[in-house]
T-cell receptor
C-alpha cells in the first residue's frame, strides 16, 4: 500500500465551479499535510498546509483534514482556467520524511 | 528570500558519464531535500540533510548517487555512470523545520531535467 493515494483523474470542472481533490494516507502518525500545484514541466508550488483536524481557508482554497479517516482534501472555489494543473498531496510524519501522491490532474473548462 | 535555486536547468549526457547538480536553498532554511520525479509520478525521496548532516537516504538509491552539503549551505547531487533510467527531473527543496510535532512546508527549486542518451 502506498503511503499517499490520490485519484489520478483527469478531473474536469467548468469555470466558476468548485473543484474537489481528495487524498488518503496510510501512516496514522502523520502530522503535517500539504497541497502543491504543479504545472506541466514545472516544479511543485506550495498552495496550502494544514496540521489540525477541520478546515483551513486561504482565498479560493480550502484544505480539509480528517485524521480519524486519514483523509485530506482540497477545495478550489470559483475555479479558473489558470487552475488547470496537477495537484500533489504530501504527508509528513515526525520523522521529517515527506511522502507525495502521484497527483490529480485538474482541467478547468472555460 | 530569493527562493531555492538549482543549476543547471537542463542536462543532456551520454550513458556512462558522471553528472553533478547544484542546489542553493533559501538562506535561513536548515533542511534540504533531494527528490526525483518522472512523468506521471509524484516526487520520489532521494536524500535529506539537516544543516551539513545527511540524515536519511532512500533505500532505493543506488550507490551511484551521492550528495553533499558542505558547511550546511548549498548542496550537490552527483550521479556516476549514468544510465537511461536516470532520466528524470531532479528537484531540490528546502524547509525551516519546526518543533517536535509539525514540519514546515518544502519549498522547491525549478528542478534540473536530466536526459541520458
Amino acid at each position: 500500500q502506498k503511503e499517499v493515494e490520490q485519484n489520478s483523474g483527469p478531473l474536469s470542472v467548468p469555470e466558476g465551479a468548485i473543484a474537489s481533490l481528495n487524498c488518503t494516507y496510510s501512516d496514522r502518525g502523520s502530522q503535517s499535510f500539504f497541497w502543491y500545484r504543479q504545472y506541466s514541466g514545472k516544479s511543485p508550488e506550495l498552495i496550502m498546509f494544514i496540521y489540525s483536524n477541520g478546515d483551513k481557508e486561504d482565498g479560493r482554497f480550502t484544505a480539509q483534514l480528517n485524521k480519524a479517516s486519514q483523509y485530506v482534501s482540497l477545495l478550489i472555489r470559483d475555479s479558473q482556467p489558470s487552475d488547470s494543473a496537477t495537484y500533489l498531496c504530501a504527508v509528513s510524519n515526525t520523522g521529517n520524511q515527506f511522502y507525495f501522491g502521484t497527483g490529480t490532474s485538474l482541467t478547468v473548462i472555460p | 528570500d530569493t527562493g531555492v535555486s538549482q543549476n543547471p536547468r537542463h542536462k543532456i549526457t551520454k550513458r556512462g558519464q558522471n553528472v553533478t547538480f547544484r542546489c542553493d536553498p533559501i538562506s535561513e532554511h536548515n533542511r534540504l531535500y533531494w527528490y526525483r520525479q518522472t512523468l506521471g509520478q509524484g516526487p520520489e525521496f532521494l536524500t535529506y540533510f539537516q544543516n551539513e548532516a545527511q540524515l536519511e537516504k532512500s533505500r532505493l538509491l543506488s550507490d551511484r548517487f551521492s550528495a553533499e552539503r558542505p558547511k550546511g549551505s548549498f548542496s550537490t547531487l552527483e550521479i556516476q555512470r549514468t544510465e537511461q533510467g536516470d532520466s528524470a527531473m531532479y528537484l531540490c527543496a528546502s524547509s525551516l523545520g519546526v518543533g517536535a510535532h509539525y514540519n514546515s512546508p518544502l519549498h522547491f527549486g525549478n528542478g534540473t531535467r536530466l536526459t541520458v542518451t
